[in-house]
């Protein structure tokens, strides 16, 4: 069996197990072993992969198989990965891991919801390991599927319409993707769905990939919270229980950069130079407005998810600058983002379940309640505004220098505007630090709270020592990441 499969079959495994396991101490177990081995399978898998290319090894895709399907419609069973998929692989690791432990006390129906958190995490796993058309989207379904019953039924707030409204619109923008996918497929013969093949006969008709790309790009884009197509993020980051929302902020929304820059513009480029334009406005939009709309609301989950547009509008901001250091960016951008929203959504969810309340105006004085808690998550705001020595400096300054590389006027205005909004972070971040966590605590209900428990502290250092070390070492990530980015870029230039 292909190593790469262990990261679909570990997952199977897992839900075998929970079906059989009786009592909350076996669930847990389950989960335990489960989510750990797949961390040291990604750690592992790193380690391999960078010793391969240490080695010498050309080969775009590393530790490929292929096995057929369905013969007539030439869908296989194709794996493989390079430096962004390994990157990913193990960011997705890191929060399912930690996310089973923010879990660690959800009440009720404990067996079904990591029944259903598991499914995901699968449909996440294979979706970053597939070089298939068809079973790319076919993870890909399976990681969306998830997202309606755990929101639905575990989540708080107007968790029916946020979980429909999610639903409806990831599944537009599903039928946008599956027509995208079609359209490639039979544009470029109807031999294979094989990425790595397609963009190596390069050719799809020009025409054709101007129907195809937008499409492809917007059903992707929906998922990365593209604008206008965004209003399903808050509402689900906001209603969405604590791991759901670690998980679906952290990784899920990177599926929808990664499928971007995987498929709409490296198997369209000529598309991707014509049209390209366009999406850049809208991206740059979400970049702004995100960071803007974050300001005005006093909802901390709300934040937080406003937040995540604007950051990942960033994702997709420089993956269309279409240069090697832009795009590099992009995927140092999805780790960081992945890492510290996870921490911000671990941190929320800590609060609310011992204050009750998420209203920023009724929040005040944490720090001298639960130090522990509170000094995370200035560690956490930290990162999100771009401070030196932490993840999010690294991906944003490589995002913005790699923009500032296209010498013309249009995408260096676009790229000083976008640049405004480290300023709107700053601001949101530091007045919410300020508001919840200094000062008297007016509240005398709060006073009697407690700090983090073990398990609640065990998830948050995991991600603080992440975020810290992808701030602090940056090289050895951003090389492999670089690596990987040039097959595409070079796809890229006119």
């Not at 390991?129 to 076919?138: V, Y």
């Not at 406003?306 to 960016?329: D, E, K, P, R, W």
Request: proline share 3%; glycine share 10%; hydrophobic share 55%.
């Amino acid at each position: 069996m292909n190593f790469l499969s262990l990261f679909v079959l570990i997952p199977l495994l897992m839900l075998g197990g929970l079906y059989l396991a009786k009592g909350i101490k076996a669930i847990r177990g389950v989960m335990v072993a489960g989510s750990t081995a797949l961390l040291i399978l990604s750690i592992v898998l790193t380690f391999l992969y960078l010793g391969e290319r240490q080695a010498g090894a050309t080969a775009e895709m590393l530790f490929r198989a292929d096995t057929v399907w369905y013969a007539p419609l030439h869908i296989s069973y194709s794996v493989g990965v390079d430096g962004i998929s390994v990157a990913m692989l193990l960011l997705s690791a890191v929060i399912v891991f930690t996310g089973t432990f923010a879990s660690w006390k959800l009440q009720p129906l404990t067996k079904e919801y990591f029944l259903w958190f598991t499914l995901l995490s699968m449909g996440v796993f294979g979706f970053f390991i597939s070089i298939d058309l068809f079973t790319m989207f076919m993870f890909y379904e399976i990681a969306l599927i998830p997202m309606y019953l755990l929101i639905g039924v575990w989540g708080s707030g107007r968790k029916e319409y946020a979980a429909m409204k999610l639903t409806l619109m990831l599944m537009g923008g599903s039928a946008f993707l599956l027509i995208g996918i079609l359209g490639i497929f039979f544009g470029a013969g109807g031999t294979t769905m094989n990425i790595l093949e397609i963009a190596r006969l390069h050719n799809i008709p020009f025409a054709q990939q101007c129907i195809w790309f937008p499409l492809t790009f917007l059903g992707f884009g929906v998922l990365g919270a593209l604008f206008p197509f965004h209003t399903w993020s808050p509402d689900g980051h906001a209603s969405a229980p604590t791991a759901v929302s670690m998980l679906h902020a952290g990784v899920l929304m990177k599926l929808g950069g990664y499928g971007c820059f995987r498929i709409a513009m490296y198997l369209m480029p000529e598309a991707a130079n014509e049209l390209g334009w366009i999406f850049l406005i809208l991206t740059g939009i979400s970049v702004v407005y995100g960071a803007f709309s974050a300001c005005v609301q006093t909802d901390l989950k709300y934040i937080n998810a406003y937040s995540s547009v604007s950051h990942c509008g960033l994702v997709l901001f420089a993956i269309l600058m279409m240069n090697q250091t832009a795009a590099t960016g992009a995927v140092l951008q999805m780790l960081s983002h992945g890492l510290m929203t996870a921490l911000f959504f671990a941190l929320i969810g800590m609060i609310y379940g011992r204050t009750h309340t998420r209203d920023v105006r009724e929040l005040n004085g944490l720090m001298k309640v639960m130090p522990f808690l509170s000094v995370c998550y200035v560690i956490a705001g930290l990162a999100n505004l771009g401070l030196p020595g932490l993840s999010g400096f690294v991906a944003e300054m490589t995002i913005f220098v790699g923009s500032f590389q296209n010498f013309d006027v249009f995408h260096r205005t676009l790229t000083i505007i976008a640049c405004s909004s480290i300023v709107i972070t700053a601001v949101y971040i530091l007045r919410l630090v300020s508001k919840i966590l200094y000062g008297t605590c007016t509240n005398k209900h709060h006073l009697a709270l407690t700090d983090a428990t073990w398990d609640e502290r065990f998830a948050v250092i995991c991600l603080i020592i992440c975020v810290a070390g992808l701030g602090m070492a940056p090289f050895w990530v951003s090389h492999m990441i670089g690596e990987s980015v040039l097959p595409v870029v070079s796809h890229l230039i006119p």
